[in-house]
């Protein structure tokens, strides 16, 4: 039997491992480590078929120093960067875990190797622009040693629940002025419209409804040459003034994404949760509309400016370029677009 570089063992044969002696005196044995706030195991089962690693070269010049061992292997230029790097694709997964990936190292031990990791969905082509789910490590494995490193692995945000990823005014916002013109509410995917507009709930301090017409629109949010990635946005337009103490703003599982996934804003906990958000509201302006927002003399109101510094949720960074709030790339810790690196200080792609 030819030996393949990249071998694919479930996670209850580990402790075999030990014993066994590894088919590959240096080897990198890489375990896909889900996020537990992000996504389940379960989760990713029930969407990633085959897992793609692609193993960049830590040189220039290409893999002609790892003499044969890049086996099943296929060298392409994946990223579009002019250089080869190698690609392995595991077989279907079985079973209820997620494999364990063993690369041998060959003649690039000592040195660090950079690892993208691709989920790929049921039918999809090897291909990392088809990728459900993200990760990737940088690993260095000592010669004759086989070395096991833990791989940030998520469903990207498109194949995860949607939920909200960033409200104006800020969530919590304390101060807001009773003549606010919206009060927009961000999504982290694109939605079905039609599943929309009965999950959101605008109430006042009596727990009545406050009146505002919802219009939606979609955005696309472009990081780097990556492909955008698509948000819904739905601008409550307000049709009466705030004139309570505060105002609670709900959002009740019910929206759906394009991939056909249900709402829920805390993935980690069982079942689908709201989102909740309580507005204080300042009874008199002094000096015009308070800071955080600019008055529109259209429609005699002021309105809250799109910026995010204190308003992302939780697993997204504020990207002060772009003015919005975006995913936390250390969650995968690299980026989309394979030409960016993830900054470990900010989250952030670049
Ligand atoms: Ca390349
Ligand atoms: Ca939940």
Redesign the pocket.
């Known amino acids: 039997m030819a030996r393949s570089p990249l071998l694919f063992l479930p996670i209850a044969g580990t402790a075999l491992l030990g014993a066994a002696c590894p088919l590959f005196p240096t080897a990198l044995q890489l375990v896909l480590t889900p996020n537990p706030e992000l996504n389940a195991v379960g989760d990713l089962l029930g969407q990633v078929e085959r897992v793609q690693v692609i193993v960049e070269a830590p040189a220039a010049g290409g893999w002609q120093d790892l003499s044969g061992e890049d086996g099943d292997g296929e060298r392409a230029d994946w990223d579009g960067d002019g250089e080869n790097e190698v690609s392995f694709v595991s077989p279907a997964i079985a079973g209820s875990a997620l494999p364990v990936l063993e690369i041998g190292v060959g003649r690039y031990a000592g040195q660090a190797l950079e690892l993208r990791v691709y989920g790929l969905p049921k039918e999809a082509a090897a291909d990392p622009d088809q990728a459900v789910a993200l990760g990737g490590a940088s690993a260095t494995c000592a010669s004759g040693q086989v070395q096991r490193v833990a791989v940030p692995f998520n469903l990207k945000a498109a194949a995860r629940?949607p939920r909200v990823a960033e409200v104006f005014p800020f969530a919590g916002a304390t101060n807001i002025p009773y003549n606010l013109y919206a009060v927009t509410v961000v999504f982290s995917t694109a939605l079905d419209h039609q599943t929309v507009p009965g999950a959101i709930l605008l109430s006042d301090s009596q727990a009545s409804p406050v009146a505002f017409h919802a219009e939606l629109r979609d955005i696309d949010l472009a990081i780097g040459d990556a492909a955008a990635e698509p948000r819904t946005v739905a601008e409550l337009i307000l049709d009466q003034v705030l004139d309570f103490s505060y105002a609670d703003l709900r959002v009740e599982p019910g929206p759906v994404s394009r991939a056909g996934l249900g709402f829920?804003?805390?993935?980690?906990?069982?079942?689908?949760?709201p989102f909740l958000s309580r507005f204080g509201i300042a009874a008199e302006l002094q000096g015009g509309c308070p800071e955080g927002y600019r008055f529109d003399p259209q429609n005699a109101a002021c309105v809250a400016e799109m910026g995010c510094a204190s308003s992302c949720t939780a697993g997204y960074v504020c990207d002060a370029e772009a003015q919005r709030c975006v995913e936390d790339c250390r969650l995968y810790r690299v980026c989309a677009d394979p030409q960016l690196s993830c900054s470990d200080e900010s989250g952030l792609c670049g």
Do not use: I, R, W
């Open positions: 629940p829920d804003q805390v993935p980690e906990e069982p079942g689908a949760q």
